[in-house]
């Protein structure tokens, strides 16, 4: 995931700024009416109401952190971190919940799904069926273009021409006659070749589908299950004990190598700090856990309507 941020203090952002790209990145997503005790929050992270509900909403959506504003952060005290963590959190699950939020992201993915679709039609839906006769027509189109060329041959000044149009024109006669037999060698070739070749171009379209649809859920808990997970796979094993050292322009640098080539959330995750993160990844579980659980209903009282509807009542 790209780290993208537009504000000149981002060389200077610290723990608690990494506590709240990880939160509004993988758990997090921003209403637009907040409770008291959520304004506060905004104003300590130094935030709008607005300024937030853009910057997660974007992190949500794309995967690309966006946290432009978040100048106070810095500012907040280590022990207060955790508090922070989960006031995000129930903040969070209850505008996911929201008939708005709901409405807003089914509006975006219609849009994104209809401009996949745009890029990447379906090849069933516009190709032309290939069958042995069209073959032959296309076929016999292309060898009476052949055996006019090689009738204008008897009249050529060349002698090698001239003298090479009589054989043309009879192996021409015979492989349009042969068009018609249902055994045709070159026929079966040809609808073996565009076989294959639809074959592909479905494959290709059914491969994209799958990233597509794997990446852009239509319900919308199934990106947070995405998000969720990307942040429990890139926050493990964190070591907290890990040496810093001096780099270029007085950045902090790791000073073993093998942890500057960590991906950003683990190096945000050893700035936020172990409780911190350990929140964080704590929420991660327990959103999953109850995610599951509500997938699970649903499921289920799908299955039972569908036995419902199923059963023959009779007169």
């Not at 060389?11 to 709240?20: C, E, I, K």
């Not at 597509?212 to 890139?234: C, M, T, W, Y």
Request: net charge positive; aromatic share 8%; glycine share 4%.
């Amino acid at each position: 995931m790209k780290l993208s941020n537009h504000s000149p203090v981002a060389a200077g952002l610290n723990a608690l700024l990494a506590v709240f790209i990880i939160s509004s990145f993988c758990l997090f997503i921003a209403a637009k009416k907040a409770a008291r005790v959520t304004q506060d929050l905004w104003r300590q992270l130094g935030l709008t109401q607005e300024a937030a509900d853009m910057n997660i909403n974007f992190s949500f959506q794309s995967g690309t952190f966006q946290y432009e504003g978040a100048k106070n952060a810095k500012d907040i005290a280590m022990g207060n971190r955790v508090a922070v963590v989960n006031q995000l959190v129930a903040y969070s699950k209850k505008y996911m919940a929201s008939p708005k939020f709901q409405s807003d992201y089914l509006h975006k993915w219609t849009i994104s799904k209809n401009d996949w679709e745009k890029r990447n039609p379906d090849p069933a839906t516009f190709a032309t069926p290939v069958t042995g006769e069209s073959i032959r027509i296309e076929e016999r189109q292309r060898l009476e273009k052949q055996l006019k060329v090689a009738e204008d041959g008897l009249n050529s000044p060349n002698p090698k021409v001239k003298n090479g149009a009589p054989y043309a024109i009879e192996n021409t006669k015979k492989q349009i006659a042969a068009l018609e037999d249902p055994n045709n060698a070159v026929v079966k070739r040809k609808l073996d070749e565009a076989a294959r070749m639809a074959a592909a171009q479905q494959k290709q379209y059914l491969e994209a589908k799958h990233v597509f649809d794997s990446s852009h859920p239509k319900d919308p808990a199934g990106l947070v299950k995405i998000r969720l997970q990307e942040i429990l796979n890139k926050t493990v094993d964190i070591d907290y004990a890990a040496e810093l050292k001096d780099g270029y322009n007085g950045k902090k640098v790791f000073v073993n190598p093998a942890y500057e080539r960590k991906p950003v959330e683990w190096k945000l995750a050893f700035r936020a700090g172990k409780a911190a993160t350990d929140a964080i990844r704590a929420a991660a579980v327990q959103w999953l856990k109850e995610l599951k659980i509500t997938a699970d209903v649903k499921r289920s009282k799908g299955n039972t309507e569908i036995a419902s509807n199923s059963i023959d009542t009779g007169d």
